[in-house]
C-alpha cells in the first residue's frame, strides 16, 4: 500500500519529526516574531508553527527558513538568526519533510509541488507571495553542499505567486518540480558523487527503488495583504514504478 505523509521539523530534540495530521486540518503556520504575531506586508516570516486550518491554535515549534534577500540572492535565514546560502543549508533544518512510503521497494518520477488556495491544485494561494526550496542536503554540517542528484542545479527560491494569467484570464499553473527517487531520508544520489561526507548511502539516481523515499523543504511566506491567509495550502504529487 501507497502513503504521502508530512512530517514537521520541530525544535524539540524529543520530538524532531513530527507527523503533520493534514486530514484533520493541521499545517504549518507562518508568523512574525513569535507565536500567533503577525508578518507584516512584504516581508517573510520570522517563525513557523504547527497550526490547525485557520492559523489560531499553534502547536510544535518548527524550524524557520526565511528568505533573505531576494529569490535569486539563494540566501536563507535559519532560525531568524544565521545567514546561509541555500547550498548549505541541511535537510534537518527544512521546516517539512515529505515522505513517501510503499510495502515494497519502488521508484518514484514526476514529483511535483504547487501552492494552492486549498480547494482547486489549478489555482495559486491567495494573498500570499511563497518562496520554496528543496535540500539534498542529507549531511548535518553546514560547511558540505548539497548532493549532486537534485532536480535543480540552481541553489536559489523558486517563486509561488498570486494572480499570474495567461492572455486570456486563466490562472498560470505554477509548479515546482522535486528530485526522482530521492531514497530513504534523500540519501540517494548519481554516480558522480565522491565525497562521502555529503551523507549519501546509494548512487543509483532514477534507478533506486526503496520502501521509503523522502523530501525536504524550505518554505518561506510573504503576505501580500493583511489578515490570516486561510486560502493557502501545499500540494504534492509523484509516480511510483516498481
Known amino acids: 500500500m501507497a502513503s504521502l505523509k508530512f512530517y514537521a521539523n520541530t525544535s524539540d530534540p524529543n520530538d524532531a519529526e513530527r507527523l503533520i495530521d493534514h486530514v484533520g486540518g493541521e499545517g504549518l503556520g507562518f508568523y512574525g516574531l513569535g ?8 516581508s517573510t516570516q520570522n517563525t513557523t508553527f504547527l497550526t490547525n486550518a485557520l492559523g489560531t491554535v499553534t502547536g510544535e515549534r518548527c524550524h524557520n527558513t526565511s528568505m533573505s534577500g531576494a529569490a535569486d540572492d539563494g540566501l536563507v535565514q535559519i532560525e531568524n538568526a544565521d ?9 534537518s533544518q527544512c521546516p517539512l519533510n515529505i515522505r ?21 491544485p489549478d489555482v ?8 520554496v526550496y528543496e ?17 535543480r542545479d540552481e541553489n536559489t527560491w523558486v ?16 509548479e515546482m518540480n522535486f528530485t526522482s527517487s530521492p531514497g530513504q531520508y534523500g540519501q540517494n544520489s548519481d554516480t558522480l558523487e565522491t565525497d ?6 546509494s548512487t543509483e539516481a532514477e534507478s533506486h527503488t526503496s520502501l521509503q523515499h523522502d523530501w525536504y523543504v524550505a518554505i518561506s ?15 504534492f504529487t509523484l509516480e511510483y514504478l516498481a
Request: aromatic share 8%; proline share 5%.
Open 221 to 235: 511566506a510573504e503576505p501580500n495583504s493583511i489578515g490570516s491567509k486561510t486560502e493557502y495550502g501545499l500540494f
Open 35 to 42: 507565536e500567533g504575531l503577525s508578518v507584516p506586508v512584504g
Open 135 to 151: 535540500a539534498r542536503h542529507p549531511s548535518s554540517s553546514q560547511s558540505v553542499s548539497n548532493l549532486h542528484w537534485r532536480s
Open 159 to 174: 517563486t509561488f505567486e498570486e494572480g499570474l494569467v495567461d492572455e486570456n484570464g486563466d490562472a498560470i499553473l505554477q
Open 196 to 201: 562521502s561526507s555529503l551523507g549519501w548511502t
Open 100 to 120: 513517501f512510503e510503499h510495502d515494497e521497494e519502488v521508484r518514484v518520477q514526476n514529483c511535483k509541488l504547487r501552492i494552492f488556495n486549498r480547494s482547486n
Open 124 to 131: 495559486p494561494a491567495v494573498g500570499v507571495t511563497t518562496y
Open 83 to 91: 545567514i546561509i546560502s541555500l547550498a548549505n543549508l541541511p535537510n
